[in-house]
């Protein structure tokens, strides 16, 4: 499958490539960023590679996933956006992760707001949703600068997580 590739001001966010692997596992390796991901903890080198490796299988299977998000200026694989739903997931998902060095700079809502476009333009979603761990601050403003509001609560992988979503109306009304 050819997996799209979007591109943002500041970002481009295209398919994961072997030259990725070792920003890829980075990032899984630190304990900061993966306090909120999965199970909240760190993944090994392997680990890490079947994760990225699911990333691109996600694709196969579904026909969307998550891309990885290249800083355009440098060139540098800065984390993984996009739509997300295995099997028996609460909703389809628009999720985010960056590496540390880069939180802050605005990266994950203008990533993640083109994967939602995305998923309302191309995909015709019908609504979108976004996991939050409910500690996790700072992607709970990420949700809500993408319009995204609580509507309930779930456990994924035995973890509480808030559910935040939006509605394809909803979001050209505010896109």
């Not at 591109?7 to 990725?20: C, M, S």
């Not at 691109?56 to 739903?85: D, F, N, P």
């Amino acid at each position: 499958m050819l997996i799209p590739q979007l591109e943002t001001e500041r970002l481009i966010l295209r398919a994961f490539d072997e030259k990725d692997f070792d920003a890829y596992a980075e990032m899984c390796a630190d304990p900061e960023v993966m306090r909120y991901i999965g199970k909240g903890q760190t993944l090994s080198r392997f680990e890490a590679w079947r994760s990225m490796a699911m990333m691109l299988g996600h694709w196969q299977l579904r026909g969307y996933g998550m891309w990885a998000v290249e800083e355009r200026h440098s060139g540098v694989m800065i984390g993984r956006i996009g739509c997300w739903q295995p099997e028996d997931w609460p909703g389809f998902e628009i999720g985010w992760t960056l590496r540390w060095a880069y939180w802050g700079s605005g990266y994950a809502t203008e990533a993640a707001r083109a994967a939602m476009a995305y998923a309302f333009g191309e995909l015709q979603q019908s609504h979108v949703i976004s996991l939050i761990r409910p500690e996790n601050s700072a992607s709970r403003r990420v949700a809500e600068k993408l319009g995204e509001n609580v509507k309930g609560t779930t456990e994924i992988l035995g973890m509480e997580a808030v559910i935040y979503g939006i509605s394809r109306e909803n979001w050209y009304s505010i896109a």
